[in-house]
Nanobody, 122 residues
Framework: QVQLVESGGGLVQPGGSLRLSCAAS????????FGWFRQAPGKEREGVSC????????YYADSVKGRFTISRDNAKNTLYLQMNSLKPEDTAVYYC???????????????WGKGTLVTVSS
Protein backbone atom coordinates (compact mmCIF):
# COMPACT_ATOMS: atom_id res chain seq x y z
CA GLN A 1 0.00 0.00 0.00
CA VAL A 2 1.44 3.33 -1.12
CA GLN A 3 1.45 5.79 1.75
CA LEU A 4 2.94 9.16 2.68
CA VAL A 5 2.73 10.36 6.28
CA GLU A 6 3.79 13.88 7.28
CA SER A 7 4.91 14.97 10.74
CA GLY A 8 6.64 17.88 12.43
CA GLY A 9 4.05 20.61 12.11
CA GLY A 10 3.03 22.82 15.00
CA LEU A 11 2.90 26.34 16.38
CA VAL A 12 6.02 28.47 16.07
CA GLN A 13 6.76 32.15 16.56
CA PRO A 14 7.77 34.39 13.66
CA GLY A 15 11.46 33.94 12.96
CA GLY A 16 11.44 30.42 14.31
CA SER A 17 12.18 27.08 12.64
CA LEU A 18 10.47 23.77 12.05
CA ARG A 19 11.51 20.57 10.32
CA LEU A 20 8.84 18.60 8.52
CA SER A 21 9.26 14.91 7.76
CA CYS A 22 7.43 12.67 5.30
CA ALA A 23 7.70 8.92 5.75
CA ALA A 24 7.04 6.95 2.58
CA SER A 25 6.06 3.31 2.27
CA UNK A 26 4.85 0.94 -0.38
CA UNK A 27 7.09 2.13 -3.20
CA UNK A 28 10.72 2.73 -4.10
CA UNK A 29 11.74 6.31 -3.39
CA UNK A 30 14.56 6.24 -5.93
CA UNK A 31 12.03 6.19 -8.77
CA UNK A 32 10.02 9.21 -7.67
CA UNK A 33 10.35 12.93 -7.42
CA PHE A 34 8.97 14.38 -4.20
CA GLY A 35 7.61 17.68 -3.17
CA TRP A 36 6.17 19.79 -0.39
CA PHE A 37 3.00 21.72 -1.06
CA ARG A 38 0.92 23.95 1.16
CA GLN A 39 -2.61 25.26 1.35
CA ALA A 40 -3.61 28.24 3.41
CA PRO A 41 -7.25 28.92 4.34
CA GLY A 42 -9.15 30.23 1.36
CA LYS A 43 -6.23 29.73 -1.03
CA GLU A 44 -5.29 27.16 -3.62
CA ARG A 45 -2.71 24.50 -2.93
CA GLU A 46 0.73 25.59 -4.13
CA GLY A 47 4.11 24.01 -4.66
CA VAL A 48 6.68 25.01 -2.05
CA SER A 49 9.68 22.87 -2.93
CA CYS A 50 10.42 19.73 -4.93
CA UNK A 51 13.37 17.40 -5.43
CA UNK A 52 14.03 15.13 -8.39
CA UNK A 53 14.50 11.38 -8.32
CA UNK A 54 17.66 11.28 -10.40
CA UNK A 55 20.22 13.99 -9.72
CA UNK A 56 18.74 15.72 -6.71
CA UNK A 57 17.71 18.81 -8.63
CA UNK A 58 15.56 21.10 -6.54
CA TYR A 59 12.88 23.71 -7.03
CA TYR A 60 11.82 26.39 -4.56
CA ALA A 61 8.97 28.83 -4.77
CA ASP A 62 10.20 32.42 -4.71
CA SER A 63 8.43 33.00 -1.41
CA VAL A 64 10.60 30.43 0.41
CA LYS A 65 13.96 30.69 -1.38
CA GLY A 66 16.81 31.10 1.09
CA ARG A 67 14.62 30.06 4.03
CA PHE A 68 13.48 26.50 3.27
CA THR A 69 15.60 23.48 2.36
CA ILE A 70 14.29 20.22 0.94
CA SER A 71 16.17 16.96 1.31
CA ARG A 72 15.58 13.25 0.98
CA ASP A 73 17.06 10.15 2.58
CA ASN A 74 16.25 7.22 0.32
CA ALA A 75 17.73 4.73 2.79
CA LYS A 76 15.22 5.88 5.39
CA ASN A 77 12.39 6.37 2.89
CA THR A 78 11.97 9.88 4.24
CA LEU A 79 11.63 13.38 2.81
CA TYR A 80 12.38 16.50 4.84
CA LEU A 81 11.63 20.21 4.71
CA GLN A 82 13.73 22.45 6.95
CA MET A 83 11.92 25.74 7.41
CA ASN A 84 13.80 28.69 8.90
CA SER A 85 12.91 32.35 9.43
CA LEU A 86 9.26 31.47 9.39
CA LYS A 87 6.71 34.19 8.69
CA PRO A 88 2.99 34.40 9.50
CA GLU A 89 2.26 34.02 5.79
CA ASP A 90 3.85 30.56 5.91
CA THR A 91 0.88 29.38 7.97
CA ALA A 92 -0.80 26.52 6.09
CA VAL A 93 -1.37 22.82 5.94
CA TYR A 94 1.76 21.29 4.42
CA TYR A 95 1.45 18.22 2.23
CA CYS A 96 4.03 15.76 0.99
CA UNK A 97 3.53 14.35 -2.52
CA UNK A 98 5.23 12.02 -4.96
CA UNK A 99 5.41 12.06 -8.74
CA UNK A 100 6.74 9.59 -11.29
CA UNK A 101 7.81 12.57 -13.38
CA UNK A 102 9.96 15.58 -12.51
CA UNK A 103 7.41 18.22 -11.72
CA UNK A 104 6.32 20.55 -8.95
CA UNK A 105 2.80 21.07 -10.18
CA UNK A 106 -0.15 20.00 -8.07
CA UNK A 107 -1.85 18.25 -10.98
CA UNK A 108 1.24 16.16 -11.76
CA UNK A 109 1.49 14.52 -8.33
CA UNK A 110 0.55 10.84 -8.13
CA UNK A 111 0.33 10.33 -4.40
CA TRP A 112 -0.45 12.65 -1.46
CA GLY A 113 -0.12 12.59 2.29
CA LYS A 114 -2.86 13.91 4.56
CA GLY A 115 -0.93 16.98 5.62
CA THR A 116 0.44 18.60 8.75
CA LEU A 117 -0.54 22.03 10.05
CA VAL A 118 2.08 24.74 10.47
CA THR A 119 1.01 27.87 12.34
CA VAL A 120 3.33 30.85 12.59
CA SER A 121 2.08 33.29 15.17
CA SER A 122 3.19 35.25 18.19
Amino acid sequence: QVQLVESGGGLVQPGGSLRLSCAASGFTLDDYAFGWFRQAPGKEREGVSCISASDGSTYYADSVKGRFTISRDNAKNTLYLQMNSLKPEDTAVYYCAASASWSCLVDDMDCWGKGTLVTVSS
